[in-house]
């Protein structure tokens, strides 16, 4: 047989090209295919596949081995910014990971965590490749385990498309951020079928895992996205604030404008027990009034956003008193850490707000595990060592002043609000334990009530305490707060907290 010559050659190249790049069936289960969900997230141009012609070994998936092995992977970048993407494509088998499958996204891993870029995973897939067994399971590990080492180092984002079932929901599950599309996306273990036929329970796909149920109900979401262009935008968004590892600072900005600031004056009510919308503050803080809120449907009464002051990033931790008074629940305590966690692995420094009435108390909650689970947040915000800013609007409750950004969790500098009550519980609650037997005896309880609360109010209900024993730095104007947390920014840049060595901590899980 004659050799080929070059030209031939190269022909055959671009017809194996053509091949591979219809791979799979004509149509995916969502507004696009793998590949054009890739060049939609990239720069237009920038994105350069890998493992094109990767296909599953002869004895793999029952003799079908389309080339690409049903996930597209490669690098581009996003605003000029390297990143590492793989979509998986749900006209091969489903989406379903094989062995062929699995080692190209590892090996895109590898590659991320190599040049310390971030990963953007879009997800569609119906789980473990049943025909491939063993291998596909063993790719699984493999996959989570790189997920696992990644964690920390550079910034994981997840976006689910479509379906992510069995084992394909556990990589979303470690990485940092996950975003859903509402009505397109679910997420779960088992699907419907299964459970009805292990449990007897009914469920639709929606109602287990669907993107409201996971943003929702259970938080394994932290971004609903209303469909995949606004998916993608979110996932451009949230790599504008991150850094593309975590030994680089997050990307700087020009300055955007200084919101105006007089309106913190009057956002507090004179009512104790009124409430409010604490994002009316957060906005008149941050460049823009820009914040780009996780995880805004699950645990409501505490508020988690990137920002950025003076255009470098920042996180924000914040109660809301719109919803259960901004207490802190399990939920809102397993929220906030992670949140804490993700800023203080990638050197984004942490604006804390605290309006807090404490922990909340209840049956519910301790059965549920308060204890070990709200022991996060405090774990978090101690073990952080970025620079952490603190300002208590009003309520600093018990535990709730310890936890939220406390002086003696580390934080750097402590502002109050002449507005704030630094105090272990709230005049009411006080005075009914301080004075029982008193008001018990009284001829007029309510009139003795009355005074020895607004006694405990003038001593208690106040910044001052704190503020002397040094544990609030300055007890400031609100609409001075934006300045204020400028300044302190600019004074922390430099900081350094060495720790001690150690494998690891051991975080209350
Ligand atoms: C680590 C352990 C695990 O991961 S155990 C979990 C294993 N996976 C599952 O139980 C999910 C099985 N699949 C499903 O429930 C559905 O296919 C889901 C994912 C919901 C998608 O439904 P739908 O969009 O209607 O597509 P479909 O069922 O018509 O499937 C399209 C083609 O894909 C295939 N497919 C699907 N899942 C797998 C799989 N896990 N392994 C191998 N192939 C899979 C289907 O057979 C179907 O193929 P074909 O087009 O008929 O040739």
Not at 54 to 71: E, Q
Not at 355 to 367: A, M
């Amino acid at each position: 047989m004659p050799r080929r010559s070059t030209a031939e050659r190269i022909d055959d190249l671009h017809r194996r090209r053509e091949q591979a790049l219809t791979a799979g069936g004509p149509r995916g289960r969502g507004e696009f295919g793998a590949r054009e969900r890739v060049e939609r997230l990239v720069d237009k141009g920038s994105f350069t596949e890998t493992g094109l012609f990767v296909r599953a070994r002869a004895d793999g998936s029952g003799g079908r081995r389309p080339h690409g092995d049903g996930v597209v992977t490669g690098f581009g970048t996003v605003d000029g910014r390297r990143v590492c993407v793989f979509a998986q494509d749900s006209t091969v088998f489903g989406g379903s990971m094989g062995e062929a499958f699995g080692e190209k996204t590892v090996a895109l891993m590898d590659l991320a965590l190599k040049t310390g870029c971030p990963v953007v995973g879009l997800n569609d897939s119906g789980g473990a490749r049943i025909q491939e067994g063993v291998a596909s399971l063993a790719l699984y590990a493999e996959l989570v385990r790189r997920n696992v080492q990644a964690s920390g180092v550079i910034p994981q984002l997840s976006v689910v498309l479509g379906p992510c079932a069995g084992g394909a929901a556990y990589s979303p599950a470690i990485t940092d951020f996950t975003v859903m599309v509402d009505g397109a996306s679910h997420m779960f273990v088992t699907g419907p079928d299964v459970i009805e036929a292990v449990t007897g329970e009914r469920a639709t796909a929606e109602e287990l895992g669907g993107a409201r149920t996971s943003n929702a109900v259970n938080g394994n979401a932290h971004f609903l996205a209303a469909d995949e262009e606004d998916a993608l935008d979110v996932v451009r968004e949230l790599l504008s604030y991150l850094p593309a590892n975590n030994l680089e600072p997050p990307p700087e900005y020009a300055p955007g404008d200084a919101p105006a600031g007089d309106v913190l004056d009057a956002v507090v009510p004179d009512r104790l027990g009124q409430a409010y919308d604490m994002r009316e503050i957060l906005r008149a803080v941050v460049d823009d009034g820009e914040l780009l809120y996780v995880q805004e449907l699950f645990a409501p009464n505490i508020l988690c956003a990137l920002g950025r002051v003076e255009g470098r990033s920042v996180g924000v931790v914040a109660n809301q008193p719109l919803h259960a008074a901004g207490v802190l629940d399990i939920d809102a305590s397993e929220k906030a850490a992670r949140f804490v966690r993700f800023c203080d692995a990638f050197g984004i420094p942490l604006l804390t707000f605290a309006d807090v009435p404490g922990y909340l108390s209840g049956v519910r909650q301790e059965r549920g595990g308060i204890i070990r689970r709200g022991a996060k947040l405090l774990y978090a915000y101690a073990e952080a060592t970025v620079p952490k800013v603190t300002v208590v609007v009003r309520k600093a409750y018990g535990g709730g002043y310890a936890v939220m950004g406390s002086k003696h969790l580390g934080a750097d500098i402590n502002l109050a609000w002449p507005s704030a009550r630094i105090a272990v519980m709230g005049a009411e609650g006080a005075v009914g334990v301080l004075h029982r037997r008193e008001l018990a005896a009284a001829d007029d309880p309510v009139a003795l009530r009355a005074r020895l609360v607004a006694a405990y109010e003038r001593t208690h209900g106040t910044p001052y305490l704190a503020a002397e024993r040094g544990y609030v730095d300055a007890v400031i104007a609100p609409r001075d707060t934006r300045d204020h947390i400028r300044r302190a920014l600019a004074a922390l840049r430099g900081k350094r907290a060495p720790l001690p060595q150690r494998r690891h901590g051991n975080i209350p899980l």
